[in-house]
Nanobody, 118 residues
Framework: QVQLVDSGGGLVQPGGSLRLSCAAS????????IGWFRQAPGKEREGVSCISSRDITTYYADSVKGRFTISRDNAKNTVYLQMNSLKPEDTAVYYC???????????WGQGTQVTVSS
């Protein structure tokens, strides 16, 4: 079965950094669009970043632009989300998702908790 495993979350102080990973099995991630989403308590799920197949285009939500970077390591079949200058409002469960095109995701990771607090 196709599986996505996201990991790398944790507790970090404001201004700190975390790197989330999304490891795939059952398919080759390079041929899929990958999105990162987050959901905070009491809020709707929101898109954070995405990358098209073969890294042709990337997208970042305005709230994270300049602080987060999405990248892909084809050798490891893994997509990363580097998060710098973290803010308390970044606190959420983060999910990666894969699909044949941006916005058409049908495989999801289990989620990893990111907490930004002093």
């Amino acid at each position: 079965q196709v599986q996505l495993v996201d990991s790398g979350g944790g507790l970090v102080q404001p201004g700190g950094s975390l790197r989330l990973s999304c490891a795939a099995s059952g398919f080759t991630l390079d041929y899929y669009a990958i999105g990162w989403f987050r959901q905070a308590p009491g809020k709707e799920r929101e898109g954070v970043s995405c990358i098209s197949s073969r890294d042709i285009t990337t997208y970042y939500a305005d709230s994270v632009k300049g602080r987060f970077t999405i990248s892909r390591d084809n050798a490891k079949n893994t997509v990363y989300l580097q998060m710098n200058s973290l803010k308390p409002e970044d606190t959420a469960v983060y999910y990666c998702a894969a699909g044949r095109a941006v916005g058409q995701y049908d495989s999801w990771g289990q989620g990893t908790q990111v907490t930004v607090s002093s």
